[in-house]
């Protein structure tokens, strides 16, 4: 029996109708750098996600690196897959800030799907305890979010409700979430203002990108990954050799739970 190792640095129908796009709306004075780290891994294996944020979006969008997918095989007769983002695959998520509509794109089990939500508004507990991010003094909150429970570090010295991912909702920029069992983490690495970053092509194609998914959708998809995956590995092998066997899909280690 084959074994075989996925590694993703990717996290992970429904017609709208695009607006206009206003011309300041495209235009980003705030840019945030993150590295997302799951439990175990070096700082330096992270993956890199940006933020751009003006007074309407702000768009978190993994780093695209380029690099063409890599298929090795160790002398255990494993298999390894390393899937790299680019701009045609990586993950984004842009949050209209007013209307709290969320559109964004995941790559699951290697192809590109898009949704469309308004997350559940998260019960932030804002407490007394004070760090230091970078040069800025954070303050702490503690919120749940879909069957997990993270502490939040925010600074006030930026006004806005926005953070990483879907993490909104406090009383200034959000640099550092923690998921309480230690799973995975998002720590701001460089803050960068008085920008003026036009994005404004980026937002017009997530915006006319019209037929989008919604979470029923995404959690079936979910599911289905392992299985849809081991599909795609079994297309890999020569023929003739031993399938590769379907393992249990662990939903807790999926970042949202749904209940």
Not at 13 to 40: C, M, R
Not at 113 to 125: A, G, L, R, S, V
Not at 150 to 177: D, R, S, V
Not at 219 to 247: A, C, V, W
Request: hydrophobic share 35%; net charge positive.
């Amino acid at each position: 029996m084959k074994n075989f190792l996925i590694l993703l640095v990717f996290f992970l129908p429904w017609w709208t109708t695009a607006q206009p796009l206003q011309p300041h709306h495209g235009i980003f004075s705030i840019k945030v750098d993150y590295n997302f780290l799951y439990e175990h891994s070096e700082p330096d294996h992270g993956i890199h996600y940006e933020l751009y944020l003006n007074d309407k979006y702000s768009l978190y969008r993994m780093l695209a690196i380029n690099k063409k997918q890599q298929v090795s095989h160790s002398a255990t007769g494993e298999i390894s897959i390393r899937e790299y983002p680019n701009s045609k695959n990586a993950a984004y998520y842009l949050t209209d800030l007013q209307s709290k509509q969320l559109l964004f794109r995941e790559n699951i089990a290697f192809v590109n799907h898009y949704f469309e939500e308004i997350p559940p508004k998260i019960q932030w507990t804002v407490h007394n305890q004070t760090k230091k991010i970078g040069t800025h003094i954070c303050k702490k909150a503690t919120g749940k979010f879909r069957g997990r429970t993270y502490t939040a570090w925010f600074t006030e010295a930026i006004p806005t409700n926005a953070g990483p991912f879907k993490f909104h909702g406090l009383q200034g920029l959000t640099l550092e979430i923690t998921e309480d069992t230690g799973y995975f983490s998002i720590k701001a690495t460089k803050i960068t203002t008085a920008l003026r970053t036009d994005l404004s092509s980026d937002i017009k194609l997530i915006k006319t990108h019209t037929k989008r998914s919604d979470m029923t959708t995404y959690q079936r998809l979910q599911k289905r990954m392992h299985e849809d995956r081991t599909n795609y590995m079994n297309s890999k092998i020569p023929k003739g050799s031993p399938k590769f066997i379907l393992t249990p899909v662990d939903e807790r280690k999926f970042i949202e739970i749904f209940e």
